[in-house]
């Protein structure tokens, strides 16, 4: 043994020399300084803490083992201090974990632990104080190092996986990229055995397939020779409890190696020797357990090598492979000078094997911000293998002739040299003094490089070659530090040379190219345009602005009454209260476009909509008819005739004869005289009620627009005014207003003519026939019953010549709209109104004449004693004191003036007339106290000031009255306001400080409805299962904006603040969604506490600088300004997100796959991953194997659609709960390639667009029909297009193409027959991913999809014939597919009342 070692040293001593012999002949003693000498100065930087310091560059050298990485070290030392003249001290880095965790400003860093990182100045200086070191310096009494690189197995991963939660960002340490080299895990042999083989047998050592074979087992010592020498391993027994050993153990297991007894792994080919392995398997030592060498193990066992492996330990391993002791393998890798004195021989492996991590120039940060040019160095410094493999070899060779005291001396020794022998790769790592970086240029006053400023670019001069500040030409910007001119973009302009920015386009102004020097204007394409917001870039973001509307022959016109214009190039829209006739005999070009009509009667009628549209159930002039069958409702709309509303004519028909007749009988009573006071007090009460209902009739025909309570009220008094309408005559039969207008007008007549019925039968039974001697009795009954309904009879009349004036310029019948006023523009119907009203009027007007005279002959007639006169006319002067007999003058007139006023042209006019009626009768009442009963004055002026006042109360309606009057009820207002707001500051404070402890919503989902909504929903179904069995989340609910989101204003509310997470959903547009931007960014600010878990779509982009930088172009934000959000965060946001890691959805996506994506947000491992990905094809429990296998009813979507998939599946998870009193009705999904097994009874075939052009999805259907299966259809999307003949024709065209390469070769007539069968049974709406879509629509949708697999009586698919048809079926749909109304099927379906209520509000 002494004898080797000393052939050992000799032959160091002759490759040292020979190694040297290249490098220029140097000493320390004779050289000290090894390239040039200058003066050395230490760095100026600020330290976390907030205090500048001056401190030497300290470069960190690696602990054992790591002798690679302390030579470089050396080097990067000798340039750093020789040519930058930057003052450098080498410390040690015997815990790599504690100097990063100690440079990324760990607090509690000297125990090994992250918990916090410091980032403000106080915190770090308590942190320095506390862990001795200098008051606002990094003199730390162990110096920790400023650089280090940082080994390629230990700290950086253990880093980033252990404090997972920590932004790491935020802290003072950077990676300045790797060394340049590379660190490989070998399998060596002695080269002595080596070359004892080949000179021998020519047998190779060096390659692998030697040890497949016993050939190389007589150079080796036998795994035996071993144990009885005493070597055993570190760690004996087949497991550990300690869990890094244990995971190196497993990992042995799972590549198929076995453990023996005495703790030796042997490969597959080893172990299958039996007992023999101890004799023939050749010996392998191995360093350490912490140290999993994969890839190596792995190719051993692969490739059949007989290896029996052994861990010894790094000492053991070490003393056993320095000395040569025993004849082995050992692992070891080839960056270390350890073993390199020995040059061993690499065993090369079937496969090349993976390099580990190169190792990673780690800075602190302030450092680099002190010296560019040690940024620049160090950035550049990058030594390859070949070079580093020199510096290891010279090294090795000086260890191993010890020609060294301490290490530190040898590598200064080894740097020195090895830099001075390639001066051309040092010239290349050197900055240039004058060699400025990209964004400065040269400063010849200050021999220093200084950063371009704002509006100028630094360039390269082609003729000195170095870099000078140029300003912006005009059309472009130039930042601050920029190295080139960035083109204004779409919608900006610069004007002059050296500008900062570009200026937006302002409205009328837009750029539509890159480089804009002006913007063009939008009054050049559009007469009157602008744009609706700055910065346009297309001419076609050219529009009308606001209160304007498009016309293709003047531009943009003004927008008159009548018209809401929102502005843009489309239709104006109707105003509410308006109505817009189309006028079909001309275009849009023309001036007769439309005419609008104001809606005076209600409007309700005419809702804010497009032109021409009424409300519901409304047609017609002003929307005032309603359809055939339906009839008028007090919301303005019409709807169909309820069974109680027929019964209101009939009561009509019934009470008013009977009221007729009771009149008639209470006057047939020629002794007045002898009646008390009570009755006549009774007659008069009476008289003024129905006085005071007829009058409020006529107001509420007045053209004031009531609003509810009072509008209903008002409306249902009008049967008073003989308003028939109010009976609802249009649930017996449709009427012309011609009709209606007469049909009131007779209804006087019929009353007089029944009340003359009544009269001869009365005659003729209880007064023996005497006619004549009744006559006063006549007379008398048919002037009460004129004197009574005088204002209605009168109201009655005028209706043609109450004209409503429009905003263009015609003028109708303000109670039927529908006709125009006027000889010239009213048709035939207005006139023969007309010439009615005035008939009648010129009646009404006679029989107050006659009344006047009447009581003009008063005195005479009683002078005359003239019986037949007093009886025949009591009815006008029996409710007057004898005095003041001729006061009925007084009402009849006014009951006249009142049935007029609503002829008056506006609704201010109509007021003041009928105050002025009511004031001047109040007068003269109060003046005469007329009435022949004390009380009935009283009476009569009480009812009067109720009338003055709810007159006044009227005038608040109109739109010209002055809110003056309102001014007690603003400082109510005003009052009640701040109340309102203290208590709603008090209920935030509340809700404030609940949400500090417990956020109602666990997580949030971001997400696009169209891309990924019914996904969103079936996360949310996961989610909240899975949250409702953990302790953390059980009291907290799922976030989605279909179920919770009552108020916009709150979206970004409830992600802020009232969410611990978000879960954002990104399809393939989510980043083109303005308000799913809005959230992200939310999102970002709110971070490191609020936890974002990204799930990507296998379609989905990540956004490049491109589109993050131009993002303004790409999508419309401008919606978001409101919320504070501009595109500056939301460039930042996307910047963050790009490489924030997540999970990835599977193109193919599958119930487990929605299983593992939810248990990893739920646990928290996303936290952990990076970019994890779901496979495809995940591994199957046992349990959910071949789900559909066995299952009744199957739910088959399109599984190439995302969207249609999770339809199902959110199917399958909605319904299964309701089918527990039949669990065999339980819906299992069939995944791709599934096949319909012969025990399903009913496939649910989840309907979208291209489904049928899916060869999955064609194959279930045709596997379902060879069994008979009843089917029902589920509509998945609101535009899926239905198969008419049209696309049935396109399908036979296409269908053999596309679904033949996947083995479907049925005939195409054979797959219309089976689609159009589909549509045979009804089917059912279920859209989860549509906004309206709520939770407790799903599960009334469930239900119904459940009764129906209840009930079993859905249409089967018919058995494919021969000739691809059943008997007598057809190719083409006999009847078009229907879709199950809910509001139909609430009965049959068994619905709760809340759920029908749920249902009839949604449809």
């Known amino acids: 043994m002494a004898s080797r070692r000393l052939a050992q040293i000799i032959s160091s001593f002759i490759s040292l020399a020979s190694c040297w012999a290249s490098f220029p002949n140097c000493t320390f003693e004779s050289c000290p300084v090894c390239l040039s000498d200058g003066e050395q100065k230490p760095l100026v930087m600020d330290g976390p803490d907030g205090q500048a310091y001056a401190a030497p560059f300290r470069i960190g050298r690696a602990a054992e083992y790591w002798d690679s990485q302390s030579i470089i070290a050396n080097v990067l030392g000798i340039l750093v201090s020789e040519k930058l003249g930057i003052a450098v001290q080498y410390v040690p880095a015997a815990d790599e974990t504690v100097a990063v965790l100690a440079m990324s400003n760990c607090e509690n860093w000297m125990s090994g632990e992250c918990e916090h990182i410091i980032t403000d100045s106080i915190s770090a200086k308590a942190a320095a104080e506390a862990n001795n070191s200098a008051s606002g310096s990094k003199l730390f009494e162990d110096p920790l190092p400023d650089m280090m690189f940082h080994s390629e197995v230990l700290g950086w991963a253990e880093r980033e996986s252990e404090y997972a939660s920590l932004d790491w960002t935020k802290t003072y340490l950077t990676r300045v990229g790797t060394a340049g080299f590379l660190s490989n895990d070998r399998l060596y042999a002695f080269r002595e055995m080596a070359e004892e083989a080949w000179n021998s047998e020519e047998v190779v050592l060096d390659y692998w397939r030697t040890y497949t074979t016993p050939t190389a087992s007589s150079y080796f010592e036998t795994p035996r020779q071993l144990m009885a020498a005493g070597v055993a391993a570190e760690v004996l027994g087949c497991t550990s409890s300690d869990a890094l050993v244990q995971a190196g153990m497993d990992v ?58 052994l861990t010894v330990g790094y000492d053991l391993h070490y003393e056993l492979i320095f000395n040569f002791q025993h004849r082995t393998l050992f692992h070891w890798w080839d960056t270390d000078t350890m073993f390199l004195g020995r040059r061993p021989v690499i065993v090369n492996m079937p496969a090349s094997l993976a390099s580990a991590e190169p190792p990673s120039k780690v800075v602190y940060a302030p450092v680099l911000a002190a010296s560019e040019q040690l940024k620049v160095l160090v950035s550049n410094l990058l030594i390859p293998n070949d070079k580093l493999d020199q510096m290891l070899q010279h090294a090795a060779t000086a260890i191993d002739a010890e020609l060294f005291d301490d290490n530190p001396q040898m590598f200064q020794k080894v740097a020195c040299d090895w830099l001075r022998a390639n001066p051309e790769l040092v010239a290349s790592w050197l900055p240039d003094s004058r060699a400025c970086p990209p964004g400065q240029a040269y400063d010849e006053s200050t021999s220093q490089c200084a950063i371009c400023p704002t509006g100028t670019y630094s360039a390269r001069n082609e003729s000195t070659l170095l870099r000078e500040c140029v300003l912006c030409p005009p059309g472009s910007f130039c930042l601050e530090g920029g190295t080139s001119p960035v083109l204004c973009p779409k919608g900006s302009y610069a004007n002059a040379s050296g500008q900062g920015e570009c200026m937006r386009c302002l409205p009328p102004g837009y750029a539509d190219t890159l480089g804009s020097i002006d913007c063009k204007s939008c009054k050049l394409i559009i007469a009157g345009g602008t744009t609706s917001f700055a910065a346009a870039t297309s001419k076609d973001d050219c529009t009308c602005p606001e209160r304007t509307y498009y016309r293709r022959d003047s531009g943009c016109t003004p927008c008159t009454e009548g018209l809401s214009c929102p502005g843009g190039l489309e239709s104006p829209w109707q105003a509410e209260g308006y109505y817009a006739r189309l006028l079909p005999e001309y275009g849009m070009d023309n001036k007769e476009w439309f005419e609008i009509f104001k809606c005076h009667a209600d409007v309700r009628r005419c809702p804010h909509a497009q032109l021409g549209v009424c409300s519901e159930g409304r047609e017609g002039l002003a929307c005032t008819t309603c359809k055939a069958g339906l009839t008028s409702r007090d919301d303005g709309t019409c709807a169909e005739c309820e069974g109680n509303d027929p019964a209101l004519f009939a009561l009509a028909c019934l009470g008013v004869p009977a009221a007729v007749v009771g009149l008639y009988l209470l006057l047939d009573n020629d002794l007045v005289a002898k009646q008390p006071h009570t009755v006549l007090l009774v007659g008069i009460i009476g008289s003024m009620i129905m006085g005071v209902l007829q009058q409020l009739g006529t107001i509420a025909s007045t053209s004031i627009e009531w609003v509810d309570p009072v509008s209903s009220m008002l409306d249902m008094l009008m049967v008073f005014s003989f308003e028939i309408e109010v009976l609802r005559v249009g649930c017996i039969a449709s009427f012309s207003p011609l009709l209606l207008y007469v049909g009131k007008l007779c209804m006087a007549l019929m009353m007089l003519g029944f009340m003359l019925l009544v009269h001869v039968a009365v005659v003729l039974l209880r007064h023996r026939g005497r006619f004549r001697d009744r006559a006063p009795t006549l007379i008398r009954s048919i002037g009460t019953l004129l004197l009574v309904f005088q204002i209605a009879i009168a109201g009655a009349s005028i209706p043609p010549f109450e004209c409503s004036t429009h905003p263009n310029r015609f003028t109708t019948v303000a109670r039927y709209p529908t006709i125009l006023c006027g000889w010239e523009d009213g048709g035939q119907e207005w006139r023969s109104m007309a010439m009615i009203g005035m008939v009648s009027t010129l009646v009404v007007c006679a029989w107050v004449a006659g009344c006047l005279a009447v009581i003009y002959q008063m005195p005479r007639q009683i002078e005359k004693n003239n019986e037949f006169y007093m009886r025949s006319f009591t009815f006008l002067f029996m409710r007057f004191k004898p005095d003041v007999y001729w006061f009925t003058v007084v009402p009849i007139c006014r009951n006249l003036l009142v049935s007029l006023a609503p002829t008056l042209p506006d609704s201010t006019s109509q007021i003041l007339c009928l105050q002025g009626f009511q004031l001047l009768y109040v007068v003269v009442v109060a003046h005469y106290s007329p009435w022949r009963v004390r009380l009935g004055n009283y009476l009569d002026i009480t009812i009067t000031m109720a009338l ?43 809700q404030l400080w609940s949400h500090k402890y417990r956020k109602p919503f666990s997580f949030f989902l971001c997400h696009h409805k169209a891309g990924a909504g019914a996904f969103a929903r079936l996360l949310k179904l996961h989610l909240t299962e899975l949250c409702s069995k953990s302790l953390r989340h059980r009291h907290q609910k799922v976030f989605i904006d279909s179920d919770d989101l009552k108020n916009l204003e709150f979206l970004f509310d409830y992600v802020g603040s009232q969410s611990e997470h978000i879960v954002v959903l990104m399809s393939e547009e989510l980043l083109l969604r303005p308000w799913c931007m809005g959230e992200l960014v939310t999102a970002h600010l709110h971070q490191p506490g609020l936890k974002m878990v990204p799930v990507r779509w296998s379609d989905f982009t990540r956004p490049d600088d491109e589109f993050i930088s131009n993002y303004s172009s790409h999508v419309d934000c401008s919606c978001l300004l409101p919320h504070n959000i501009t595109i500056q965060m939301i460039q930042s946001m996307l910047g963050w997100l790009r490489d924030l890691p997540g999970l990835s959805l599977p193109a193919l996506l599958t119930g487990d796959a929605v299983d593992h994506i939810s248990r990893n947000i739920v ?13 495809d094809d995940p591994p199957k429990t046992a349990s959910k194997r071949g789900q559909a296998t066995g299952a009744a009813v199957v739910v088959i979507a399109d599984t190439s659609n995302t969207e249609s998939v999770s339809t199902a599946l959110v199917l399958c998870k909605m319904v299964s709960p309701l089918t527990t009193q039949d669990p065999s009705l339980t819906p299992r999904y069939l995944e791709k390639d599934e096949d319909v097994a012969e025990s399903v009874k009913t496939c649910i075939f989840i309907l979208s667009n291209g489904a049928f052009f899916e060869a999955s999805f064609v194959k279930s259907i045709i596997q379902a029909a060879r069994i008979e299966t009843m089917v029902l259809p589920i509509i998945a999307q609101d535009g899926f297009r239905f198969p008419g003949k049209e696309f049935l024709e396109d399908y036979k065209q296409r269908a053999s193409s596309m679904l033949a390469p996947h083995g479907i070769l049925e005939p195409p007539e054979i797959l219309v027959q089976l689609i159009s069968s589909l549509f045979k049974e009804i089917a059912i709406v279920f859209s989860p991913q549509d906004y309206s879509s709520t939770e407790e629509l799903l599960k009334v949708k469930s239900r119904a999809v459940n009764d129906r697999l209840m009930m079993r009586q859905m249409t089967r698919l018919s058995p494919i014939t021969l000739h691809g048809k059943e008997e007598g079926a057809s190719d083409e749909m006999t009847e078009p597919p229907v879709i199950e109304k809910d509001e139909d099927a609430n009965a049959e379906l068994c619905l709760t009342p809340d759920e029908s209520e749920l249902v009839t509000e949604l449809f």
């Not at 646990?1163 to 496979?1175: H, K, L, M, T």
Request: proline letters at 2%; a negative charge.
């Open 252 to 309: 042995h297991t799972e590549l198929g190696y076995t453990c023996t007894q005495e703790s030796w792994w042997l490969t597959p080919a080893c172990a299958a020797l039996g007992n023999n392995w101890t004799d023939e398997c050749i010996p392998v030592l191995d360093d350490d357990w912490g140290y999993v060498k994969a890839d190596l193990y792995k190719e051993m066992a692969r490739s059949g090598m007989r290896l029996a492996k």
């Open 948 to 990: 003055l006042a709810f007159l006044s109360c009227a005038a608040f309606f109109v739109e010209t009255s002055s809110m003056k009057a309102v001014a007690w009820l603003c400082s109510i207002l005003v009052v009640f306001m701040f109340f309102l707001n203290a208590t709603i500051l008090g209920l935030a404070g509340f």
């Open 1163 to 1175: 646990s928290g491992s996303f936290a952990r991953i990076q970019d994890a990905e779901v496979s």
